[in-house]
T-cell receptor
Framework: DVKVTQSSRYLVKRTGEKVFLECVQD?????MFWYRQDPGLGLRLIYF???????EKGDIPEGYSVSREKKERFSLILESASTNQTSMYLC?????????????FGPGTRLTVL | KQEVTQIPAALSVPEGENLVLNCSFT??????LQWFRQDPGKGLTSLLL???SQREQTSGRLNASLDKSSGRSTLYIAASQPGDSATYLC???????????WGAGTKLIIKP
């Protein structure tokens, strides 16, 4: 059974804190993605990675960075959390064979920044 | 720029009814279109994927259609059940691009 896990289901942080969100997949997938999901806006891509140590900006990378040191792990970093980063964060992975391969999602992390 | 729209944002129907969820997109140069389901507190699960050359895909009580020229897709759910209650999202892949462009979803409630 394919599995994408995220380190926390719920997280509460203070403005200005550095926040790490971790994502691990056990499917040996090349591609990994970080999205945020807000009511009425759907999913928006923050960053994605198509290989170890490789990263590409998505639609809304500002205020975020990522790290992929190992194939199975993709981390999202909020350098200095702000209240407008309160959101649901979803991680996904897929194979590299092309857009025909679906993305597999983790359960999400609901982050609240106070 | 591609935009994906899902209307309505929410839908409530009695159990047993057949229903249709709608998805529209502004740029017809898509590679494929996917429908996903999201349960509360959970991630997304892929339901159906339709390639740009296909007209429809079926899985059990679900049937998804695609009309590229008009920029529309529908997800048909037959004989709805309370367990079908979830948020349904559609997403399109543009040509030669790994990115998915997402609709905001339709929240479906099936009343017993």
């Amino acid at each position: 059974d394919v599995k994408v896990t995220q380190s926390s289901r719920y997280l509460v942080k203070r403005t200005g804190e550095k926040v790490f969100l971790e994502c691990v997949q056990d499917m040996d997938h090349e591609n990994m993605f970080w999205y945020r999901q807000d009511p009425g806006l759907g999913l928006r891509l923050i960053y994605f990675s198509y290989d170890v140590k490789m990263k590409e900006k998505g639609d809304i990378p500002e205020g975020y960075s990522v790290s992929r040191e190992k194939k199975e792990r993709f981390s999202l970093i909020l350098e200095s959390a702000s209240t407008n980063q309160t959101s649901m964060y979803l991680c996904a992975s897929s194979t590299r064979s092309g857009p025909t391969d679906t993305q597999y999602f983790g359960p999400g992390t609901r982050l609240t920044v106070l | 720029k591609q935009e994906v729209t899902q209307i309505p944002a929410a839908l409530s129907v009695p159990e047993g009814e057949n229903l249709v969820l709608n998805c529209s997109f502004t740029d017809s140069a898509i590679y494929n279109l996917q429908w996903f389901r999201q349960d509360p507190g959970k991630g997304l699960t892929s339901l159906l994927l339709i390639q740009s050359s296909q007209r429809e895909q079926t899985s059990g009580r679900l049937n998804a259609s695609l009309d590229k020229s008009s920029g529309r897709s529908t997800l048909y759910i037959a004989a709805s059940q309370p367990g079908d209650s979830a948020t349904y999202l559609c997403a399109v892949h543009m040509d030669s691009n790994y990115q998915l462009i997402w609709g905001a979803g339709t929240k479906l409630i099936i009343k017993p």
